[in-house]
T-cell receptor
Framework: AQKVTQAQTEISVVEKEDVTLDCVYETRDTTYYLFWYKQPPSGELVFLIRRNSFDEQNEISGRYSWNFQKSTSSFNFTITASQVVDSAVYFCALSEADNNDMRFGAGTRLTVKP | DTGVSQDPRHKITKRGQNVTFRCDPISEHNRLYWYRQTLGQGPEFLTYFQNEAQLEKSRLLSDRFSAERPKGSFSTLEIQRTEQGDSAMYLC?????????????FGPGTRLTVT
């Protein structure tokens, strides 16, 4: 069975601080996909990244970076030099190759204070 | 270019009433998904369509729920005899392609409140 755990319910940082959001997943499949979505106060989920299980290369996109480690079943998300506009709920999600749904974690609410 | 749209954005109904929500996906997307999100939780998969065919339904989708996607374009989600436990945000998403590896684009959701 697939499962995603985001142990951090809420995180609060001051602007310009770096922050890492943790994501731990469980799956029996060898082929799977991991995702991060952002849900700002407006409510609409915004896609951030997709990673497949065969690609462990870390990725950087501007102030965002992702660290995928199969050995620890983790797919952590780091925001460098956080900004107030980064305040949102962030969801990590997992999909197994033979399923057609995404299993979401409970989300981490990030608050960036000026 | 328009994204995924949902209508209505908010719905308040009394217990026992029927409600219907609509989702218009991104025009070239052939996959359409419905999710439910309760307060403080991540979205939970309900069902998905490949064009007009409903290919999978979650156990969460009780017999009071029905979804359609006539002609493979917009989709409707109907809840009959609503219960207070149905109060949630109902999210629609669409994707291009036939695999889950394609990212899903979400609509703004319909917030249902059952009184």
């Amino acid at each position: 069975a697939q499962k995603v755990t985001q142990a951090q319910t809420e995180i609060s940082v001051v602007e310009k601080e770096d922050v890492t959001l943790d994501c731990v997943y469980e799956t029996r499949d060898t082929t799977y996909y991991l995702f991060w979505y952002k849900q700002p106060p407006s409510g609409e989920l915004v896609f951030l990244i997709r990673r497949n299980s065969f690609d462990e290369q870390n990725e950087i996109s501007g102030r965002y970076s992702w660290n995928f480690q199969k050995s620890t079943s983790s797919f952590n998300f780091t925001i460098t030099a956080s900004q107030v506009v980064d305040s949102a709920v962030y969801f990590c999600a997992l999909s197994e190759a033979d399923n057609n749904d995404m299993r979401f974690g409970a989300g981490t609410r990030l608050t960036v204070k000026p | 270019d328009t994204g995924v749209s949902q209508d209505p954005r908010h719905k308040i109904t009394k217990r026992g009433q029927n409600v219907t929500f609509r989702c218009d996906p991104i025009s070239e997307h052939n996959r359409l998904y419905w999710y439910r999100q309760t307060l403080g939780q991540g979205p939970e998969f309900l069902t998905y369509f490949q064009n007009e065919a409903q290919l999978e339904k979650s156990r969460l989708l009780s017999d009071r729920f029905s979804a359609e996607r006539p002609k493979g374009s917009f989709s409707t989600l109907e809840i009959q005899r609503t219960e207070q436990g149905d109060s949630a945000m109902y999210l629609c998403a669409s994707s291009l392609g036939q695999g889950i590896r394609y990212e899903q684009y979400f609509g703004p959701g319909t917030r249902l409140t059952v009184t």
